[in-house]
Nanobody
């Protein structure tokens, strides 16, 4: 059974940093692309970052230079390092994988 479990969200002040993790199980993690999405209250879900099996990455324009997606195939985990956080980054962040798999989400709240 495919399962994705996020962790690492929380409350952080503007300018701060957080690292999100997504632990995957139930599929051959190393051969699939993975992605992070976010959904803010009243807004559509948007793709934040993605990483292929070959480590090619892609980012939402508003997070370029601040966020970094990475993966550890030995740990079956994908990460999202978020630096210089802004209030507009506040959202539920969700991990996405193959077979339309989604995690439950982790809340990131950027506020002073």
């Amino acid at each position: 059974q495919v399962q994705l479990v996020e962790s690492g969200g929380g409350l952080v002040q503007p300018g701060g940093s957080l690292r999100l993790s997504c632990a995957a199980s139930g599929f051959r993690f190393s051969i699939y692309a993975m992605a992070w999405y976010r959904q803010a209250p009243g807004k559509q879900r948007e793709l934040v970052a993605s990483i292929t099996s070959g480590l090619n990455t892609n980012y939402l324009d508003s997070v370029k230079g601040r966020f970094t997606i990475s993966r550890s195939n030995s740990k079956n985990t994908v990460y999202l390092q978020m630096n210089m956080l802004k209030p507009e980054d506040t959202a539920v962040y969700l991990c996405a994988g193959p077979f339309n798999a989604w995690g439950q989400g982790t809340l990131v709240n950027v506020s002073s």
